[in-house]
């Protein structure tokens, strides 16, 4: 198939993109959640 | 927790079957053969660009409407991913471009004007790392975000408007435009399967931004009453554990 290799980057950047940007969410989410959990701890302790 | 999974697992399933579809179901184009299977991608980012700005411009006037947080949340969300999905756009473009035109990008109206939608997009994001006051930072992101949005109309008509390397508009654009019907059929799955990916991703993203306003409001209180939010706001096994 003829120009093979931009039909099939193309294809890879589009989900490559979006697989590590909902990764990056994922990872933003736990850290978020990690933190809020702290908070309310350091609430209750005092 | 279960619906979701079902919800990603069926997104991920119609993502197999339009990819499948746009490489091996669709035609072959008669003039540019197999390059032009990038426009199954290619357009469907941009749609999904264009609603993902919308829910953008959309929210940040109900923002400066009602003053609720969660329109600013669903704002920098839409804006977020339609950055992404804005970068997907211009990185396929040049990979079509190259093989088809001889050239990577070209500054012609079309061209031009997504890519100062990008760089405007892009300074929003920027501008809200800048601002500390949550309501300060919440009002002016809306007015920018409004501001930006007006480039949006300048994107969809440049091709319309103006002459441009960029082909001209194959769905309403004119007498002499047009689809075949099983391309027609393959490019509309695409532009549903990549909206759904839009969706999902924004709700997560949205989600995330509804998250840190919690953070924010519990560090708000911690300080009011006088303790050291900080204490260890960043310690390695906390973020460790947050991971």
Redesign the interface.
């Known amino acids: 198939?003829?120009?093979?290799e931009?039909?099939f980057?193309?294809?890879m950047?589009?989900?490559a993109?979006?697989f590590i940007?909902?990764f990056s969410?994922?990872?933003?989410?736990?850290?978020?959640?990690?933190?809020?959990e702290?908070?309310?701890q350091?609430?209750q302790q005092? | 927790m279960k619906a979701r999974i079902t919800i990603t697992a069926l997104v991920a399933l119609l993502i197999f079957c339009a990819g499948y579809a746009a490489l091996f179901i669709a035609p072959d184009e008669a003039t540019m053969h197999a390059i032009q299977r990038i426009f199954y991608f290619h357009v469907a980012s941009w749609n999904a660009m264009f609603c993902a700005f919308f829910v953008a411009f959309y929210a940040s006037v109900a923002y400066l409407v009602t003053g609720k947080r969660k329109w600013d949340a669903l704002g920098v969300s839409g804006v977020e991913v339609g950055v992404i999905c804005c970068t997907i756009g211009l990185i396929t473009g040049p990979l079509w471009a190259r093989p088809v035109w001889g050239i990577w990008w070209t500054w012609d109206a079309k061209l031009t004007s997504t890519f100062i939608l990008w760089l405007l997009f892009i300074a929003y994001l920027l501008l809200r790392g800048l601002v500390e006051d949550p309501e300060k930072k919440a009002s002016l992101s809306a007015v920018f975000a409004i501001f930006a949005s007006l480039d949006i109309p300048l994107v969809y008509l440049a091709n319309r408007l103006w002459r441009t390397q960029h082909p001209q508009p194959v769905i309403a654009g004119g007498p002499d435009s047009g689809l075949d019907p099983m391309i027609g059929k393959v490019l509309l799955f695409c532009l549903i399967a990549e909206f759904c990916v839009m969706i999902l991703v924004l709700l997560d993203r949205y989600r995330l931004e509804m998250l840190r306003n919690d953070a924010a409001e519990l560090r708000y209180e911690i300080e009011s009453r006088g303790l050291d939010a900080s204490d260890n706001a960043a310690t390695p096994a906390l973020q460790k554990g947050g991971e």
């Open positions: 198939m003829k120009n093979f931009f039909l980057t193309a294809w950047v589009v989900w993109v979006f940007y909902e969410i994922a990872r933003r989410i736990a850290q978020t959640r990690a933190e809020i702290r908070l309310k350091q609430l005092r």
